[in-house]
């Protein structure tokens, strides 16, 4: 099991841009495939981005796709949501998620996961 504690959210204007970042515990975080996640008021929680253990593989929901950057920093147990031309639509409480693996995949589905954190806020103003 790892602890996730994300943090970055807050409130910006649409077209700006904001970082999020997650902590992970432990010393096995090369072990863990990550994710993105975000759910806005009265929806469910959809899938973001992804990212294999190794960082080599990355995945994006169509909707974020030239403008979010998923990325993680293994000497600092820390993957990384870069959100650039943000959008009132982006506005929702992002999560973060990890899975053990011993493949070079990414995971899509919140199901595949199994640590999350405890969310961070974004609202994206117009």
């Known amino acids: 099991q790892v602890q996730l504690v994300e943090s970055g959210g807050g409130l910006v204007q649409a077209g700006g841009s904001l970082r999020l970042s997650c902590a992970a515990s432990?010393?096995?975080?090369?072990?863990?495939?990550m994710g993105w996640f975000r759910q806005a008021p009265g929806k469910e929680r959809d899938f973001v981005a992804a990212?294999?253990?190794?960082?080599?593989?990355?995945y994006y929901t169509d909707s974020v796709k030239g403008r979010f950057t998923i990325s993680r920093d293994s000497a600092k147990n820390t993957v990384y949501l870069q959100m650039n031309s943000l959008k009132p639509e982006d506005t929702a409480v992002y999560y973060c998620?990890?899975?053990?693996?011993?493949?070079?995949?990414?995971?899509?589905?919140?199901?595949?996961?199994?640590?999350w954190g405890q969310g961070t806020q974004v609202t994206v103003s117009s």
């Open positions: 998620a990890a899975r053990s693996t011993y493949s070079n995949y990414y995971y899509t589905t919140g199901g595949q996961y199994e640590d």
């Open positions: 432990g010393r096995t975080f090369s072990s863990y495939a």
């Open positions: 990212i294999s253990r190794s960082g080599g593989s990355t």
